[in-house]
């Protein structure tokens, strides 16, 4: 049974460059949300893809976008990469069924800004 | 003030050591809490989930108190196996989870 994966799992850009990374949930989940954890910092929430909608939105710029495919894999795309930028991306998946279970994490992309 | 608070450490205590760690959140609305485990440059792996009446999974021992908002974690005979950071979440729901910074844990032989 396969976990969430990414990939990439490391990049490497430099500031205003554009980036996309990608995700595929574990079997049998339909929800992904994506978190971006800065160095010595708890993850942060950057938004949550069911259905193919972005469902909900943290506090993040509009530089960053998401999609959602049919097959509930997704992508998060971010714009004009500024330095700060540089942090760990994870992606989480989770079943809209089962809304008070733990969401699974990816083993993440590390994305470095030079 | 932030939505999830926890002390960052680092704890560093010898081998069988009883460690604990506190955690306190500001929204009474928030239905779910965990405790997730974090190795270093590594992804979040779940720990336990925390219950009101509290749980225990073989040495570590999980505490909710609603009415203080306070989340626990109890590490009885500490391994160095331990060592990583300790990662409080709690969520509203079926949306996102909300983390603390983490608190670093070391133990030594």
């Known amino acids: 049974d396969a976990g969430v994966t990414q990939s990439p799992t490391h990049l490497i850009k430099t500031r205003g460059q554009q980036v996309t990374l990608r995700c595929s949930p574990k079997s049998g989940h339909d929800t992904v949300s994506w978190y971006q954890q800065a160095l010595g910092q708890g993850p942060q929430f950057i938004f949550q893809?069911?259905?193919?909608?972005?469902?909900q939105r943290g506090n993040f710029p509009d530089r960053f976008s998401g999609h959602q495919f049919p097959n509930y894999s997704s992508e998060l795309n971010v714009n004009a990469l500024l330095l700060g930028d540089s942090a760990l991306y994870l992606c989480?998946?989770?079943?809209?069924?089962?809304?008070?279970?733990?969401?699974?994490f990816g083993d993440g992309t590390r994305l470095s800004i030079l | 003030r932030k939505e999830v608070e926890q002390d960052p450490g680092p704890f560093n205590v010898p081998e069988g050591a009883t460690v604990a760690f506190n955690c306190t959140y500001s929204n009474s609305a928030s239905q779910s809490f965990f405790w997730y485990r974090q190795d270093c440059r590594k992804e979040p792996k779940l720990l336990m989930s925390v219950y009101s009446s509290g749980n225990e999974d073989g040495r570590f021992t999980a505490q909710l108190n609603r009415a203080s908002q306070y989340i626990s974690l109890l590490i009885r005979d500490s391994k160095l196996s331990d060592s990583a950071t300790y990662l409080c979440v709690v969520s509203l729901g079926s949306d996102k989870l909300i983390f603390g910074t983490g608190t670093r844990l070391q133990v030594f032989p």
């Open positions: 893809y069911y259905e193919e909608e972005e469902r």
């Open positions: 989480a998946s989770s079943h809209s069924d089962s809304p008070y279970q733990p969401q699974h």
